[in-house]
């Protein structure tokens, strides 16, 4: 029986995990309260995928998913939780995630369902030699270049764009250097850049807040947001 618990990190909600009815061979799933940000179509897309290789979730295979909240603390507690029951393997959405999982264990296997700034941010060693016990996709092969594209690409839909508002998290392993490319890119496009820092729930109003305080005049304003990864 392989246990893989499964933080959906980027999910701006709080799931407790409850016991469920058991299968056949008495194991007990677990499930959220709260679905993922997709309304459960993530979950049901990670379920089906097991299915479809052969492994029925709560008979041959036990998924455990918690629901971070932003929230570096409950991070580290789910992934000594993790740990501690053991699980075989812990899949993780978020550079936060993959690193509070990491900091707990150096033998089970971790895997990044999309990492960003990965070396950055020691999450692995390069991506020609991992090294250590992560693994998964990234987005890292030509940041300048996606970032420079989605910098051109506002443009053609925000006419006379001149002011980038981006909301982030700079408390995310490997995003200060994400933020610093976006901002020497857009430069070069004549777009100024406007560092809208979110590092919890609670700060979400005020970023917005402050971009509401940028002066009026003939520059367009638009967001951009990198604040979940």
Request: proline share 6%; aromatic share 6%.
């Amino acid at each position: 029986m392989a246990h893989i618990p499964w933080d959906l990190g980027r999910v701006p909600c709080c799931a407790s995990a409850r016991p469920c009815a058991a299968s056949r061979q008495g194991l007990s799933r677990r499930l959220p309260r709260q679905r993922d940000r997709f309304g459960g179509a993530a979950q049901r897309a990670l379920e089906n995928g097991f299915r479809d290789l052969g492994y029925a979730p709560g008979q041959r295979i036990l998924l455990e998913y918690r629901f971070s909240e932003l929230s570096a603390e409950r991070l580290r507690e789910f992934a000594s939780e993790f740990v501690h029951m053991p699980v075989d393997l812990i899949l993780a959405d978020t550079n936060s995630a993959v690193a509070a999982a990491k900091q707990a264990t150096t033998l089970i296997p971790i895997v990044m369902i999309v990492g960003t700034g990965v070396v950055h941010a020691g999450l692995i060693q390069s991506l020609a030699r991992l090294g250590g016990n992560v693994t998964g996709l990234t987005a890292d092969s030509a940041p300048e270049t996606i970032l420079a594209k989605q910098v051109a690409t506002l443009q053609e839909c925000v006419p006379n764009l001149r002011k980038l508002g981006v909301l982030w998290n700079p408390n995310a392993p490997g995003y200060r250097i994400y933020f610093d490319i976006l901002e020497a890119q857009a430069s070069q496009l004549h777009v100024e850049v406007q560092s809208l820092e979110v590092t919890s729930p609670d700060t979400v109003g005020a970023a917005f807040q402050a971009a509401k305080k940028q002066p009026k005049r003939d520059d367009r304003f638009c967001g951009h947001s990198h604040v979940w990864s």
